[in-house]
C-alpha cells in the first residue's frame, strides 16, 4: 500500500515502518535512555499506514544530486530550479528582496544564484518546496511556516556565537524541526488540542502527550519525513530528540545534536516572548539543562533572548 502517490519518491507503509524501526533501534544504541518510539510493532504497523508522509518531491531530488557533486555550480543548479517557474519566481523575489539587502538586483534564476550563493539557494528552495508540499483542507499554515522561519533566522544567528553547526544545518533544522505538527494535524482531527495541550504541559515532555494520545508524536513523524526527503542524518537525529532535554546531558549524543537542541530551546523561547508571551512550560523545563550546557547563566539567556527579539523586528 502506497502512503501517497504525487509526484516524486512515493513509499509504501513496510518502507516506511522500516525506516521508522531502523531510526528507533540506530538511537537506542546512541542513548540507551532513549525508549523505542512505538513498543508495539503490530500497532505501529496500522498507524503508520494512515498518515500522509509527504514523498520527496522530483525537483528536490533533482536539487540534491546537484548540490551534492564534486565540483555543484550554478549553471546547473539554476537550470534545475528553472524548471519549476513558481519556484524560480520566489527565488527571484527572494534574492531581490531587503532580507538579503543585495546591491545589485537579480536579472535572472542563474544570477540569484550567483549573487546568495549554492548553499543559500539550496536553504531557501527546501524551504519553499516544503511551504509547497505540506498542506492541510481548510486550514492556514502562515503561522506554522511564520514561526518555523523565526526559528531558522534565529537559530542561524546563534550558531555564529556557539557554533555548534554550520548555518546551513541550523537554518534546514529550523525549518523542519516541527514538522511533523500539521502532518498530524492532517492525520487526527484533535490534533490541534493536543498540542496546545501539549505545550502547557509542566511536567511531562511534550512528546508524552502525544504519545499517550496517538501512539506517536510530532518529533518522531518529522524525523521520519526529514530521513524520506533526504536531509542530513544529523538534522534528522536532532528532530526527533528536540524535546528530550536529557539528552544536552548524555555525553555520548553528538555535540552537534545536542548543540540544536539547546540553541533550538533558547530561540523557541525567545519568539514566545516575541509573541507576548513571558512564561514557557519548555523553557522551564529545558531552561536549565540549556544554560548548563551552553555555559551560561539564565540572565545571559534573557540576554540572548532580547537580541533575538530585535533580529526578529528587524526582519519582519
Not at 537554518?171 to 495541550?197: N, Q, S
Not at 538534522?235 to 539547546?262: F, K, M, N, Q
Request: hydrophobic share 40%.
Amino acid at each position: 500500500m502506497e502512503i501517497l502517490s504525487n509526484e516524486g519518491d512515493a513509499f509504501s507503509g513496510m518502507e516506511v515502518l522500516s525506516a521508522y524501526h531502523l531510526l528507533s533501534i540506530k538511537l537506542s544504541k546512541m542513548n540507551q535512555k532513549i525508549a523505542p518510539v512505538v513498543s508495539n510493532n503490530q500497532s505501529l504497523d496500522q498507524l503508520v499506514k494512515t498518515i500522509r508522509i509527504p514523498p520527496r518531491p522530483s525537483l528536490l531530488v533533482e536539487m540534491q544530486k546537484e548540490l551534492n557533486k564534486e565540483d555543484p555550480c550554478a549553471i546547473g543548479l539554476a537550470k534545475v530550479i528553472s524548471n519549476d517557474v513558481a519556484l524560480s519566481a520566489s527565488l527571484m523575489k527572494l534574492t531581490n528582496s531587503s532580507f538579503f539587502g543585495l546591491r545589485l538586483q537579480a536579472r535572472s534564476v542563474d544570477h540569484a544564484v550567483r549573487l546568495i550563493g549554492l548553499n543559500q539557494t539550496g536553504i531557501l528552495m527546501t524551504g519553499i518546496i516544503a511551504r509547497q508540499t505540506i498542506e492541510i483542507k481548510a486550514q492556514s499554515l502562515r503561522k506554522f511556516w511564520d514561526h518555523s522561519s523565526k526559528r531558522a533566522h534565529g537559530l542561524s544567528a546563534l550558531v555564529g556565537r556557539f557554533p555548534v553547526c554550520t548555518s546551513d544545518i541550523a537554518h534546514t533544522f529550523g525549518l523542519f524541526c516541527d514538522i511533523g505538527v500539521p502532518i498530524l494535524m492532517e492525520r487526527f482531527p484533535d490534533y490541534a488540542d493536543t498540542w496546545k495541550k501539549a505545550n502547557s504541559e509542566p511536567v511531562l515532555a511534550l512528546t508524552e502527550i502525544e504519545d499517550q494520545a496517538y501512539n506517536t508524536n510530532h518529533a518522531a513523524i518529522g524525523s521520519l519525513m526529514a530521513r524520506t526527503w533526504g536531509l542530513p542524518e544529523s538534522v534528522s537525529t536532532a528532530i526527533l530528540l528536540h524535546h528530550d532535554y536529557a539528552t544536552l546531558e548524555d555525553r555520548a549524543t553528538d555535540e552537534l545534536i545536542r548543540g540544536l537542541i539547546a540553541l533550538t530551546s533558547l530561540v523557541e523561547f525567545a519568539i514566545q516572548k516575541f509573541e507576548g508571551q513571558e512564561s514557557s512550560c519548555e523553557w522551564t523545563k529545558s531552561g536549565e539543562r540549556v544554560c548548563q550546557y551552553l555555559g551560561i547563566s539564565m540572565e545571559d539567556a534573557d540576554d540572548w533572548c532580547e537580541e533575538l527579539q530585535d533580529l526578529f523586528h528587524k526582519s519582519r
